[in-house]
């Protein structure tokens, strides 16, 4: 199974500041198969980033990613309000299980 | 606008076998190419993932949790299932269904129920 570590565990920033979040995988992770979702109190997660860099449908251009083999990064270029969540990044590969890394919370 | 939907019992007995249904709108899961999967999350914590099934009814479960496990697929209804054995207080939990796309990932999510073992 590969672990996925996410650092740091709290960020906190102001709006219009930059955002970089990492996952790092215990072995060698597909770029094909790294995702990172945000998640809102009481709701379910959002696909913001498939294949480590593709951002989903309608996630404005501001939320990037980023990375290879044991290292990513989920970049938010200026934050807006809205955007204070958490944050999970998720391997997918083509081996299951898939798993999840334990969170960033973006305060 | 694809829509999953969750439902079923919120509180379930220790010991009880735990019973939830997906039900998939504007998309029809007797389709290829999706991975029908669930993923729980207990009060407080990050996501697990629990497994998957395909529109054949192949499944993939966690080893963590497979001995317990049980996934079914329904196409005439447009549902897909799980059933979780011998539940303890540690499967209390947020449990979400979603449709994996191949290259996509996890892109549509139900809500969310809340299961409590209790």
């Known amino acids: 199974e590969i672990v996925l570590t996410q650092s740091p565990g709290t960020l906190s920033l102001s709006p219009g500041e930059r955002a970089t979040l990492s996952c790092k995988a215990s072995?060698?992770?597909?770029?094909?198969?790294l995702a990172w979702f945000q998640q809102k109190p009481g709701q379910a997660p959002r696909l913001l980033i498939y294949?480590?860099?593709n951002r989903a449908t309608d996630i404005p251009d501001r939320f990037s990613g980023s990375g290879s083999g044991t290292d990513f990064t989920l970049t938010i270029s200026r934050l807006e309000p809205e955007d204070f969540a958490v944050f999970y990044c998720?391997?997918?590969?083509?081996?299951?299980?898939?798993?999840f890394g334990q969170g960033t919370k973006l305060e | 606008q694809k829509q999953l939907q969750e439902s079923g019992p919120g509180l379930v007995k220790p010991s009880q076998t735990l019973s939830l249904i997906c039900t998939v709108a504007?998309?029809?899961?007797?389709?290829?190419?999706?991975?029908w999967t669930w993923v729980r999350q207990q009060p407080g914590k990050g996501l697990e993932w629990i497994g998957h099934?395909?529109?054949?009814?192949?499944?993939y479960y966690n080893p963590s949790l497979k001995s317990r496990l049980s996934m079914s697929i329904d196409t005439s209804k447009n549902q897909f299932s799980l059933k979780v054995t011998s539940v303890t207080v540690a499967d209390t939990a947020i449990y979400f269904c979603?449709?994996?796309?191949?290259?996509?990932?996890?892109?549509?999510w139900g809500r969310g129920t809340l299961v409590t073992v209790s």
């Open positions: 979603a449709r994996r796309g191949w290259l996509r990932g996890l892109d549509y």
């Open positions: 504007d998309a029809s899961i007797s389709n290829g190419g999706y991975y």
């Open positions: 099934i395909y529109h054949t009814g192949s499944t």
């Open positions: 072995q060698n992770v597909s770029s094909s198969y």
């Open positions: 294949g480590t860099s």
């Open positions: 998720h391997q997918y590969g083509s081996s299951p299980p898939y798993t």
